[in-house]
Structure formats: C-alpha cells, structure tokens
Nanobody
Framework: QVHLVESGGGLVQAGGSLRLSCAFS????????IGWFRQAPGKQREFVAT?????YFANSVKGRFRLSRESDKNAVDLQMNDLKPEDTAVYYC????????????????WGQGTQVTVSS
C-alpha cells in the first residue's frame, strides 16, 4: 500500500520561500507520478504541479515553483519561491501510476497535507 507523507510547511512572509517534501513508500517509486494540490479555506482543492519524468505547473505558480524528483530518497520536493498571500493553503501530495494528471480524481493515494501560510 502506497503511503505519502508531506513535510516542510510553515509560516513565511510574502516574497519568501519554502520547500515542501513528499516522502513515498510502499511500492516502486519510479512507477508513479506525483502531484501537488492545495486547498485554501472555503475553496475547492486545486492543482498546483505534477511530475513524472516531465513536469507541469498551474499557471498561478509557473515560474515561481519548481519540482524535483529524488529517486534515491523516494521523494519529490516542491520548491516554492516568491510566495504570495494567495498561496496560503493546505498542500497535499498525491500519487498515481504512470503518466501525470492535473485532475485530483486521477490520483489514488494522498498524503495528510501540510499547512503553508504566507503573511502580507
């Protein structure tokens, strides 16, 4: 059974940076795409970024966020730069076999989430 654990959330001022990590276990890491989603208070969960052997980003974070896949650690890191108050949300990582997707229903496994708060 695939298990995902996010870490690295916290409080940061606008313009600052945070690095989130998604630790994967329970199956062969290289067979899975990892997606990041976020949910702000009172809003629906939305797509942020995804990686398999390529990457894809939501327009709202493109140019500010980067993804890296650490196969030796079975982890995916989300580097978030130039953070804005509107980036405040609970961030979730999710996994699905093979190709990446921007649709949350396409992912079979989810982490518990990590809070990111950006103050103005």
């Amino acid at each position: 059974q695939v298990h995902l654990v996010e870490s690295g959330g916290g409080l940061v001022q606008a313009g600052g940076s945070l690095r989130l990590s998604c630790a994967f276990s329970g199956d062969t890491f290289d067979h899975y795409a990892i997606g990041w989603f976020r949910q702000a208070p009172g809003k629906q969960r939305e797509f942020v970024a995804t990686i398999y052997w390529g990457t894809y980003f939501a327009n709202s974070v493109k140019g500010r966020f980067r993804l890296s896949r650490e196969s030796d650690k079975n982890a995916v890191d989300l580097q978030m730069n130039d953070l804005k108050p509107e980036d405040t949300a609970v961030y979730y990582c999710a996994a699905r076999r093979a190709a990446y997707s921007v649709h949350e229903h396409a992912y079979n496994y989810w982490g518990q989430g990590t809070q990111v708060t950006v103050s103005s």
